[in-house]
C-alpha cells in the first residue's frame, strides 16, 4: 500500500528502447498494465516498427536475430494501436531514418525518403505516449 500511495504521485518517464519488438501482444499488454499501476502518471518513450518497415527492411536482421535464438514478435500495421487501446495518448513521433538523415546533414536522402518513401519514414520511429486521465487512478 505505501508503494502505491507514493508512486501515484511521481511522474516518470519511462524508456524502453529495442524492447517491444521481442514481446508478445499479451506480453506488451501486461507490461503497459503493470506501467499503469506503478507510475499512473508517467510518460512512455519507446521504438517501434510497423509490418511494413520489418517485411520490406528487416529482413537480413529478423535473419540474424532467429540465428541467436531469438524472435521478433510485435510489428503489426500500426504499432501505436495497442498503446491508444491502453489508453495513452500520441504526444510525439519521431522518425528515426529522417534524424539520421538529419543528423548525417543528408538533404538529398531526406528530400527523397521525406517525398517518395512515407512508409519507410513511419516505419521506424521513437513514439512518446503520455498516460490519459483516465489511466491515471
Known amino acids: 500500500r505505501y508503494w502505491r500511495d507514493w508512486s501515484s504521485d ?3 518517464s519511462d ?15 501486461e507490461t503497459i498494465r503493470t506501467l499503469q499501476h506503478a507510475f499512473p502518471r508517467h510518460t512512455l518513450i519507446c521504438d517501434l516498427h510497423t509490418r511494413f518497415f520489418m517485411e520490406r527492411f528487416g529482413k537480413k536482421l529478423t535473419q540474424q536475430i532467429e540465428a541467436m535464438g531469438a524472435t521478433f514478435k510485435f510489428f503489426p500495421d500500426d504499432p501505436s494501436l495497442i ?18 538523415l538529419e543528423f548525417a ?28 486521465d483516465s489511466t491515471a487512478r
Request: net charge positive; aromatic share 14%; charged share 15%.
Open 105 to 132: 546533414n543528408n538533404k538529398v536522402g531526406l528530400f527523397i525518403v521525406t517525398r517518395f518513401l512515407r512508409k519507410l519514414v513511419q516505419g521506424y520511429a521513437v513514439y512518446v505516449f503520455e498516460a490519459s
Open 10 to 12: 511521481v511522474c516518470s
Open 83 to 100: 498503446f491508444q487501446q491502453a489508453g495513452y495518448r500520441v504526444a510525439s513521433v519521431v522518425s528515426i531514418i529522417v534524424r539520421l
Open 15 to 29: 524508456l524502453m528502447e529495442g524492447v517491444f519488438l521481442y514481446l508478445s501482444e499479451a506480453q506488451i499488454g
